[in-house]
């Protein structure tokens, strides 16, 4: 079946550092791809996401690009922010059919002034 | 155009009592989900849901748990007799009708389940 495993927590930044986490993928099909974000006490939000093959998503400063090759969606952000604390969520969903969403375990980011 | 809502956002229950969770999608949209976050893990899905059918249940356990979706009202995730593992976070989803290449899913709130 379907699985995402993204890097585990907790990622600790200072302010201002690069941001990496790394996100790979098992899908039977052309799954699209997600990146999700989980502010404290609140439900997900769709940060980006990219739908086929070196298809780049961004958003507020993150990207992130389908390799199809290494099965990878590694989310990237050149200076992260303390507001950027959260929970990151890699997540797929296989094209066609219906709509169910494979997660990650999610992990917790932690930026420090 | 109003986002996914959710009631009640905290839910505290007693063992062996029955919990109701509420999820009312997006305007123009018939398909629900269901996911269960346990503490310290990611999202489970449990139930996928279109007017008045189950699609997929294949993630709702198999005793206790049911969920609805009528053609009137809100989808209904139902719990009954709660016992303390069933304490997690409780999300709904929403899409609209499959016809796009890409598949989005809009999150509401969540409902905090806590059994005691």
Known sequence: GDSVTQMEGPVTLSEEAFLTINCTYTATGYPSLFWYVQYPGEGLQLLLKATKADDKGSNKGFEATYRKETTSFHLEKGSVQVSDSAVYFCALSESGGYQKVTFGIGTKLQVIP | ?116
């Open chain 2, 1 to 116: 155009n109003a986002g996914v809502m959710q009631n009640p956002r905290h839910l505290v229950r007693r063992r062996g009592q029955e919990a109701r969770l509420r999820c009312s999608p997006m305007k123009g949209h018939s398909h629900v989900y269901w996911y269960r976050q346990l503490p310290e893990e990611g999202l489970k899905f449990m139930v996928y849901l279109q007017k008045e059918n189950i699609i997929d249940e294949s993630g709702m356990p198999k005793e206790r748990f049911s969920a609805e979706f009528p053609k009137e009202g809100p989808s209904i995730l139902r719990i009954q007799q709660v016992v303390r593992g069933d304490s997690a976070a409780y999300f709904c989803a929403s899409s609209p009708r499959a016809a796009s290449s890409y598949n989005e899913q809009f999150f509401g709130p969540g409902t905090r389940l806590t059994v005691l």
